[in-house]
């Protein structure tokens, strides 16, 4: 069964600092890799997306994430935290071919001024 | 035009009431999901149906009734609620039936059972 496991439930950054999110999998075959943004008493919304393609991932809102299969990662970046990125965000895996996706526990992001 | 909506968004009941949530999608997409979100936040997946066909069926009491009259409409009906039903129910829908497909998640049905 695949897994993830999100580090840090609660990140703070202050505006204009780098943001980093951790995601970790557990998968026995290759994984389908996802980042959701929640903002507040809202659905989510898709960031971005890994299916097989290239490792670098670009999303939404200048976000971005890379696959490393070495260390089984999939950590969401951004150069220069913006007040609107405060949200709550959730990494998830799927199988490939799997209908299921699995997510992690989310991380809250604070932006400080 | 809302891609996902859901209602009520909002619902307070009893223990042992039966209570209905109602989902639609106007995306033309062939796949919808029920989540539900605890207090903690965590995410967890309890039924999809693609084409009103269930394909998903995790683990969930059978009180929880998915029903599906097209592929825009994917309801949930609860019966005898109970405490632990307390929680944030998404609605979701997908273009495709598999994982790789970008889900589009409802604003959220918001259910206190007290």
């Known amino acids: 069964a695949q897994s993830v496991t999100q580090l840090g439930s609660h990140v703070s950054v202050s505006e204009g600092a780098l943001v980093l999110l951790r995601c970790n999998y557990s998968s026995s075959v290759p994984p389908y890799l996802f980042w959701y943004v929640q903002y507040p008493n809202q659905g989510l919304q898709l960031l971005l997306k890994?299916?097989?393609?290239?490792?670098l991932v670009k999303g939404i809102n200048g976000f971005e994430a890379e696959f490393k299969k070495s260390e089984t990662s999939f950590h969401l970046t951004k150069p220069s935290a913006h007040m609107s990125d405060a949200a709550e965000y959730f990494c998830a895996v799927s199988v490939r071919g799997n209908e299921k996706l699995t997510f992690g526990t989310g991380t809250r992001l604070t932006i400080i001024p | 035009d809302t891609a996902v909506s859901q209602t009520p968004k909002y619902l307070v009941t009893q223990m042992g009431n039966d209570k209905s949530i109602k989902c639609e999608q106007n995306?033309?997409?062939?796949?919808m999901y029920w989540y539900k979100q605890d207090s903690k936040k965590f995410l967890k997946i309890m039924f999809s149906?693609?084409?009103?066909?269930?394909?998903i069926n995790e683990t969930v009491p059978n009180r929880f009734s998915p029903k599906s009259p097209d592929k825009a409409h994917l309801n949930l009906h609860i019966n005898s609620l109970e405490l632990g039903d307390s929680a944030v129910y998404f609605c979701a829908s997908s273009q495709g039936r598999t994982s790789a497909y970008e889900q589009y998640f409802g604003p959220g049905t918001r259910l206190t059972v007290t």
């Open positions: 995306l033309g997409h062939d796949t």
């Open positions: 149906y693609n084409n009103k066909e269930l394909i």
């Open positions: 890994y299916t097989s393609a290239a490792t």
